[in-house]
Nanobody
């Protein structure tokens, strides 16, 4: 099992930056790919970024490429999402999730989810 908890969300002006953290516990974390997703009311959960178990591979959605960067520190059992040049359309609840089967953009493939953290970008 993997337990996940996001932190670092908040209110920021357009053009600003935030760094989200996803603290993990559970042995399976070290074998898991971890992804970030976001969701706004009435919409489906949207893929943001994913990183494989040893950080040798990452993948970002086109909508955030060049502005968001996913990384992980296995020694700290934490995955990060650095976000710069934030836009109002980035406003959402952000979730991290762990996938025991490898990197994917499909939220249905992920096995464990955190409760989410709100990010609000004002114009």
């Amino acid at each position: 099992q993997v337990q996940l908890a996001e932190s670092g969300g908040g209110l920021v002006q357009a053009g600003g930056s935030l760094r989200l953290s996803c603290a993990a516990s559970g042995r399976a974390f070290f074998d898991s790919a971890v992804g970030w997703f976001r969701q706004t009311p009435g919409k489906e959960r949207e893929f943001v970024a994913t990183v494989n178990w040893d950080s040798t591979s990452t993948f970002h959605a086109d909508s955030v490429k060049g502005r968001f960067t996913i990384s992980r520190d296995n020694a700290k059992t934490t995955v990060y999402l650095q976000m710069i040049n934030l836009k109002p359309e980035d406003t959402a609840v952000y979730y991290c999730a762990a996938d025991l089967h490898g990197m994917t953009t499909d939220p249905k493939s992920y096995d464990y989810w955190g409760p989410g953290t709100q990010v609000t970008v004002s114009s």
